[in-house]
């Protein structure tokens, strides 16, 4: 239904409604949609507002911040979303890496020269460390 339709439907009623306007003992006026002794009806017509070039213009500065604010908010969604896939995945790589250095064995690196640096115990054992803290801060 379209808007012009359906403020016909909502105004008209009102505008056929019957009005009437009358005067008590102390001088105050009153308005009623019954009809009351030495009332007279009162004849109401629906008013259109039309909006000068300031509110127009107003209106669509007003539009298009809240356009952009809409925008700035999904990409913030957006860019959530993929830190939080960039953090699970680092979470299953540090996870991965723990499991492998709890299972035991000779861990290594190579230097310069192409040969193997055995790391030490206490080394595997700061890695652990250094893996678990980041696995409790950063992963759930």
Request: net charge positive; charged share 35%; hydrophobic share 35%.
């Amino acid at each position: 239904m379209t808007p012009i339709v359906l403020v016909a439907f909502v105004v008209s009623p009102w505008a056929t409604a019957e009005i009437y306007r009358w005067v008590d003992a102390q001088g105050n006026v009153h308005f009623d949609s019954r009809s009351r002794p030495g009332a007279e009806q009162v004849e109401v017509r629906p008013q259109v507002i039309e909006r000068d070039e300031a509110t127009r213009v107003r209106e669509a500065r007003t539009e298009r911040f809240f356009d952009a604010r809409r925008q700035e908010q999904q990409a913030a969604k957006q860019a959530a979303g993929e830190w939080r896939v960039k953090r699970e995945r680092a979470c299953s790589e540090w996870k991965q890496q723990l499991s492998q250095l709890s299972e035991g064995g000779r861990y290594f690196r190579e230097d310069a020269k192409g040969e193997r640096v055995y790391y030490s115990d206490e080394e595997i054992g700061a890695t652990r460390r250094q893996l678990a803290s980041r696995i409790g801060q950063n992963c759930s």
